[in-house]
């Protein structure tokens, strides 16, 4: 892809380079070197907590840092699973000590964190049950208190509430969730879930987020906006187990959801490596099967597709993030050979294609000379950078507002 293509992405800024006495540095090479993006290239990696906080065995261990050196190696964002099931099965005993402990461990190599999600209808904590449906909202709000007041600065970026296009009719089996949302409505149950989160951290990055990308979550995102509610992005699920959508496909969901004006952050996205899953399967949680095994000829088609759907994605000026689900085969939801490695750490060809993108394609590494006023120009993808002079360095950003850096080495 042509950088011309990608002009929404960059920057051009004046470096002004002075020493500790305040004369310019002329006639000088100086090295410019992307470290970061401002767009975000996340992943769900959930490895982080047992890595983060030490918790299994030695030889396992290895293996996931492992399987993390390699996530570092490309990525700049991770989403963390804040399922309440999980998270806090038994009542007034949430894992915050290890969610935080992986959230710091994560932002100490400066990758953003999201969380995933405040409030959903599935996995939710089955104690709701025991609880009138006044209690359940009581008990919901003051999850969302209690979670991102303790996780601010670590994480500032929540799917506050998930798949609300079919919360209240959600009927696979009784939930507290889906009993509330019945109660409020969509939009209802949207404000209050928005108006807790804003008010606990008010600089936070929000998200609605759905799987369902017809025109009924077109119509409840308008409402939201009519009702005065602010969602910061929108969040759009692309798990493409039963094949690519296609060019077509999805310059066709980008067209209708870029209406809005907001950002959009595809937030789980999958293509397997595997056979596709048969397209008669309307849930995909129906389709168990006790092996779905990667193969050398769909690891390449794979490839191909990812390497499209970035392409696509991250020409559109609108798009600020997107999230593989998952990074690795081990563990992947459904049992679907959706990493980018595989469930021995081996990268795949998707792998190796998306570091050439983010780490190459997609990234400016450039040498220059400052003239007499110890100036030279910058030109490319926003982002964090390092500057090397001899043997020093100085970090800098480069951004849209910016048109001139002035380092002092």
Not at 323 to 344: C, K, M, Q, Y
Request: hydrophobic content about 40%.
């Amino acid at each position: 892809m042509q950088n011309n293509e990608l002009a929404h992405r960059m920057a051009s800024s004046t470096i002004k380079l002075i020493d500790g006495s305040g004369n310019p540095v002329a006639g000088q090479e100086v090295t410019l070197r992307q470290t970061n993006h401002k767009f975000i290239f996340g992943c769900g990696i959930f490895d982080a907590i047992p890595v983060a906080n030490r918790m299994v065995p030695a030889d396992r261990l290895a293996f996931l840092e492992r399987k993390l050196e390699l996530f570092l190696d490309v990525f700049n964002g991770a989403t963390l699973p804040f399922y309440w099931a999980m998270y806090e099965p038994e009542k007034g005993n949430p894992k915050i000590p290890e969610l935080q402990t992986a959230a710091r461990w994560l932002k100490d190599r400066n990758i953003t964190v999201k969380g995933h999600p405040l409030c959903w209808h599935t996995l939710t904590a089955p104690w709701l049950l025991d609880l009138s449906n006044e209690e359940i909202l009581k008990a919901q709000l003051a999850r969302i208190e209690r979670d991102v007041t303790a996780f601010q600065g670590l994480i500032d970026t929540w799917d506050v509430i998930n798949e609300v296009v079919i919360m209240p009719i959600f009927d696979k089996y009784d939930n507290g969730i889906t009993r509330i949302s019945q109660d409020l409505g969509r939009i209802g149950i949207i404000r209050e879930m928005f108006a807790k989160t804003r008010e606990c951290n008010p600089g936070a990055t929000l998200l609605l987020n759905d799987f369902n990308t017809s025109i009924n979550y077109e119509i409840l995102i308008d409402g939201c906006l009519n009702a005065g509610i602010t969602i910061d992005a929108i969040g759009i699920q692309s798990h493409q187990h039963q094949g690519y959508w296609g060019r077509e496909k999805l310059e066709e969901v980008l067209e209708r959801f870029s209406h809005f004006g907001l950002p959009i952050h595809f937030t789980e996205n999958t293509l397997t490596s595997g056979h596709i899953m048969p397209p008669e399967i309307e849930d995909l949680n129906d389709y168990q099967i006790p092996e779905w095994p990667s193969t050398p000829e769909f690891e390449e088609r794979q490839a191909r597709e990812i390497d499209e759907m970035y392409s696509i994605l991250f020409k559109h000026p609108l798009v600020e993030a997107i999230t593989t689900w998952n990074f690795s085969d081990e563990g992947a939801w459904l049992g679907a050979p959706a990493g980018i490695v595989r469930v021995d750490n081996t990268p795949k060809p998707s792998y190796e294609l998306l570091k050439k993108r983010i780490k190459g394609d997609w990234s400016t590494n450039v040498t220059v000379k400052t003239d007499d006023d110890g100036t030279a120009l910058l030109h490319g993808f926003v982002g964090e950078y390092e500057l090397i002079c001899g043997d020093k360095k100085a970090s800098f950003k480069l951004d849209k507002d910016v048109d001139t850096v002035r380092l002092v080495i």
